[in-house]
């Protein structure tokens, strides 16, 4: 890998300059490219068993075709230098690499404190896994200023997700972070909004940064995985041990796909933005529209923490109906052109999905809202012209008029 120095380097440069080869004999490729084995050979027993031993102690390298090779590794090197932490590990998901976490840092008897408007995924890990070994998940509202009082000699780790990812509600992570590493709980957050590019949770007092890279970093709906970034040296043993013991691995095509999605991470993340605030903004204006769910609109309640800890916005806007039926809002969506039905997001194209009744019910948030009943909309705000999708979502609204 280049040793190109990137301290003070602002972060368009450093997405471009990070994980990249260095030049042999006067030449070589831009990115790295796919390195594909399931073994590794040595030259000699010495020599195995020199990586063996470098590899338990910590560092990075591979012995085995699971534990990935250069390809792998560039990954691991520019998301690590994206997100200012230490190290990453890749995981086949965004949901194997929050297990990982989990596993990871709770055992048998161990408690953990999840913020209730965490991707539903979670609770289903929690449901099926979690509490036949013992682990303990308590959900409970950021906004309620009661975490300190929850935190107690069980608790093991402080779970996070900012902003969540129906409703897009801002957490104030500096200090909620401040009260778990005070009590000695790691905190880990759920960056997958931003695709690391935006919001830099390691930088304001986490301690885990997780991303399904299948959305933002990969781009284009054709990978799946998940990467979880660490803050520690510490940390990293405690992963390595759990990502080794459940045989975590992804494939080497599917490293270089998001390798190369990530070089286009900014540019991509910029025009979702200009165009999802141009959509919501139109939304706004809509007489069938209750609300507008959207961090970067100066109503938005957590516009204050987004402008503080955010340098931009994501694709993903959603909204309550005022007045609609179930039906009414399933035939919105069915009446959408250029909106294709998913339940993924962060890909070039526009995507159009009904939030469930009941994971809106899990968010003290929406609760607390008054439009229990009121139909919800996510819209992922692709990179087709806004006036068309703003067109398209008009004669949608007029069909169920």
């Known amino acids: 890998m280049s040793e ?17 080869p260095t030049l042999k004999g006067g030449a070589g490729p831009v990115n790295i490219p796919v390195v594909r084995t399931s073994t590794v050979r040595f030259e000699n027993t010495a020599a195995y068993a020199d ?41 086949p998901s965004g949901l194997s690499a929050i297990t990982l976490v989990l ?6 008897g161990d408690h953990a404190l999840v913020s209730d408007s965490v991707y539903s995924p979670v609770r289903r890990v929690d449901q099926t896994l979690l509490q036949r070994l013992g682990i303990r998940l308590e959900y409970f509202s950021p906004q309620a200023n009661d975490l300190a009082e929850r935190i107690t000699p069980h608790t093991k780790l402080v779970y996070l997700e900012s902003p969540s990812s129906l409703l897009y509600e801002l957490l104030d992570l500096p200090r909620l972070a401040a009260i ?10 759920d960056n997958t909004w931003s695709g690391g590019w935006f919001h830099k949770p390691l930088t304001l007092g986490a301690n885990l940064s997780i991303q399904a890279a299948t959305k933002y970093i990969a781009g284009h709906s054709d990978v799946m995985q998940g990467i979880v970034v660490v803050d520690s040296p510490e940390l990293a043993r ?5 990502h080794e013991a459940l045989g975590l691995t992804v ?25 999802a605030t141009e959509v919501a903004q139109w939304l706004q204006g809509q007489r069938q529209v209750a609300r507008v769910f ?12 987004w402008r503080r800890d955010f340098s931009g916005a994501s694709g993903l806007v959603s909204f309550a109906f005022a007045q609609a039926s179930e039906a009414q809002a399933n035939a919105f969506v069915d009446a959408l052109r250029y909106f294709g039905i998913g339940a993924s997001w962060g890909g070039y194209e ?34 087709e012209d806004p006036a068309d999708l703003i067109a398209d979502l008009a004669q949608a609204f007029a069909r169920v008029a």
């Open 350 to 383: 526009s995507l159009v999905l009904r939030a469930a009744p009941e994971r809106l019910q899990e968010h003290s948030l929406w609760q607390a809202s008054g439009l229990a009943g009121h139909p919800v909309v996510r819209l992922h705000i692709g990179l």
């Open 294 to 305: 959207y961090p970067a609109l100066p109503d938005d309640p957590g516009h204050a923490l």
């Open 4 to 20: 190109t120095p990137r301290a003070g380097l602002r972060d368009a440069t450093r997405l471009l300059h990070t994980g990249t």
């Open 180 to 189: 778990a590493r005070a009590r000695g709980v790691p905190v880990a957050v």
């Open 251 to 275: 494939g080497a095509d599917d490293a270089y796909l998001a390798l190369r999605g990530l070089r286009t991470l900014g540019v991509r993340l910029a025009q979702h933005q200009r165009h």
């Open 103 to 108: 596993l990871s840092l709770l055992s048998p």
């Open 238 to 242: 405690r992963l390595a041990t759990t």
């Open 51 to 91: 990586l063996h031993h470098r590899r338990v102690a910590g560092e990075r390298v591979a012995s085995y075709g699971r534990h990935g090779l250069d390809t792998h590794q560039a990954l691991e090197e520019a998301v690590t230098d994206l997100e200012r932490g230490h190290r990453a590990f890749l995981a």
